[in-house]
């Protein structure tokens, strides 16, 4: 089954990460991750899924209370725990994934068009040509921009986020809260990020444009007031966008109506791009090279 197919895809993501070495970054941290339940509806949503996930062989746990700074406050009615979870600061992580290539990245060259020849693909940015065997493109929610064909298949998404000065608390788990809804964690000491809200805006926030609005930003100060007792200060505030697919999966495959079979896509992962997208990467490029057939297949929905 699919879900079964996505539960260990996450699972490896997180193993070849740390096989690359970012246990040794400054920001990892080795901390569980847990869906609670604020509503009874929910509570037993997550009580069956913590039944199906151990009926399927996966670790999972259960908690019933908790000592820290949300659980103190908001006092969540249980929680689905994922006991080997684990969080970064992105940049970080992909600074040193760089570190790790072969080739330089050619930064700051926005691409223009491809064209497809005898010899392979060429991309044309904005002051460079480059001519190679095979592309794969991971644009994610901008993929329209550059394929209009997947336009309707990876739909941009704005998530917003911000940083609270939280001194003195603590959180033992990354935490998401309405159905995934709203999450929220704690990346250094006094400090709390939190995101989501965007359910309440959802036509607002289906955009490409990278600002914060102040509907879904007063929301999340008045959610993290909610679970947390008081107002804390704002430090820092940011949006950025997502690609969202009609199923919910990632999108792997050659473009839709391209001349070349040698050009692929790889993205799509709405919202769980950092639990997702080092695996399903790998293994897009496995299967352009002919290795293995597509996990997340493009051609479900009619593409490629």
Known sequence: PMAQVVWRTTELNLEGLRALGIARLA????????????????LGELRESMALLKEDGFEVGWADAGTDSFWSHARPLGGLLNPRDASINPVEMLVMMRSLLMRPVLEHQEVIELHAEEAGVQILTSDARVVCRRVLVCLNGYAGTLFPQ????????RGQKLALHAPGMRLDASYYANHGGEYFRQPAPDVITLGGWRRFFEDDERTMEDRVTPEVQGGLEAFAEKIFGKRLPVLARWSGTMGFTPDGLPLVGPIPDYPSRNVWFCGGFTGHGMSLGFQTANHAVSAMLGEEEPMFPLSRLGGG
Not at 150 to 157: Q, R, Y
């Open 27 to 42: 920001t990892y941290r080795a901390v569980p991750s847990m869906l609670v339940a604020m509503e009874e509806e929910e």
């Open 150 to 157: 997947l336009g309707k298949l990876v739909v941009p998404n």
